[in-house]
């Protein structure tokens, strides 16, 4: 089965600097690819996704990257602020008919003011 | 609802005792998973539903852990004398259908319930 893995496991920046999380996957024939955001207390949210034909996305202050060849795919997040501190999964999955996902192990991102 | 709801909230058993923990997806998903995250740990795949039927049981730990879903909708998740190291936050997620296009393979969770074996 697909084996997700996310590093590092906790990640402190001062406000304003940029954070970047990065993970590896297993499964060649992974082709979808969230991230997902979770706050204290709370479930965790689809902040951005990418797909195996696309190699970057942006969002406003959030960018993820893949590379298909290397099995690896990244979060960046720039211009942190407080709010972001929170823990981050990736995750992959094969998508289409077969949508079991897979969970990176989390990082804690702390966003110093 | 305007989201996935997971009730209780929190769940406090004595080892040995029997729990059912329930989850109401959003309305008109057909898909339904249950995951668990133990401290420290990601979030660990138990089994997920379409429709009714679960193709994929694959992640449940043992056979003191079974799940049913009814009519497409509700599902509960039933531990059998529970264990200490059964204590986690057991999410529940929903989606509204497999696979075609990223919009219907984004996962909605609910907030958990945490679960204590003393």
């Known amino acids: 089965g697909e084996n997700v893995e996310q590093h590092p496991s906790t990640l402190s920046v001062q406000e304003g600097d940029s954070a970047v999380i990065k993970c590896t996957y297993s499964?060649?024939?992974?082709?979808?690819f969230p991230w997902y955001k979770q706050e204290l207390g709370k479930g965790p949210q689809l902040i951005i996704d990418?797909?195996?034909?696309?190699g970057e996305k942006k969002d406003q202050r959030i960018a993820v990257t893949l590379n298909k060849t290397a099995k690896h795919f990244s979060l960046h997040i720039t211009e942190t602020q407080p709010e972001d501190s929170a823990v981050y999964f990736c995750a992959a999955s094969r998508g289409g008919g077969y949508q079991k996902v897979t969970f990176g192990i989390g990082t804690k991102l702390q966003v110093i003011p | 609802g305007a989201g996935v709801s997971q009730s209780p909230s929190n769940k406090v058993t004595e080892k040995g005792k029997d729990v059912e923990l329930r989850c109401d997806p959003i309305?008109?998903?057909?898909?339904l998973y249950w995951y668990r995250q133990s401290l420290g740990q990601g979030l660990e795949f138990l089994i997920y539903f379409q429709g009714n039927s679960a193709p994929d049981k694959s992640g449940l730990p043992s056979d003191r852990f079974s799940a049913e879903r009814t009519g497409g909708s509700v599902s509960t998740l039933t531990i059998q004398r529970t264990q200490q190291e059964d204590s986690a936050v057991y999410l529940c997620a929903s989606s509204l259908s497999f696979g075609g296009s990223a919009t219907n393979e984004k996962l909605f969770f609910g907030s958990g319930t945490q679960l204590s074996v003393l």
């Open positions: 990418i797909r195996s034909n696309v």
């Open positions: 309305s008109g998903h057909t898909a």
């Open positions: 499964d060649s024939a992974s082709n979808y």
